[in-house]
């Protein structure tokens, strides 16, 4: 059976508040960025997670080594409050969101010289038809 593994880190990026939605499946790990702005309360958090999970956009999936462990849940306790205190997220998750910043910038990079293409060619259909205008008058 596959597992599905979750994990929100919400740290403060100058300047703004920001949240990184991990997530595992398959052994495959993709990531999301939320900006927060101001400093989320826990409430605001849950409250973000419950109403707009979903429509989060994740990264294409990595490969990733996921680890099956059972862990005493003070131990859990512990590292989560261990990881409260550290700033910053993982570095797979940082070339994830890297490689999905690469992807965004060759779609409005491609988008953008569609468009200009357009524009070239509605431009030079113009100018002939105001050739063909010019010389039926004649």
């Known amino acids: 059976m596959d597992k599905t593994n979750g994990k929100l880190t919400v740290y403060f990026e ?53 680890k099956d462990l059972r862990r005493n849940p003070k131990r859990m306790h512990r590292e989560a409050k261990k990881q409260m205190l550290e700033t910053g997220i993982g570095t797979k998750s940082q070339q994830v969101l890297k490689l999905q910043q690469e992807q965004n910038k060759q779609k409005r990079k491609e988008k953008s010289r569609k468009k200009k293409e357009t524009k070239k060619q509605r431009t030079f259909e113009l100018k002939q038809q105001k050739k063909r205008e010019k010389h039926k008058g004649h």
């Open 14 to 66: 100058k300047p703004f508040w920001v949240g990184i939605f991990e997530r595992t499946e398959d052994g495959k790990l993709s990531v999301a960025k939320i900006t927060f702005g101001v400093e989320p309360k826990d409430y605001e958090v849950q409250e973000y997670i419950q109403k707009h999970y979903f429509r989060l956009k994740f990264s294409p999936a990595v490969e990733t080594v996921v």
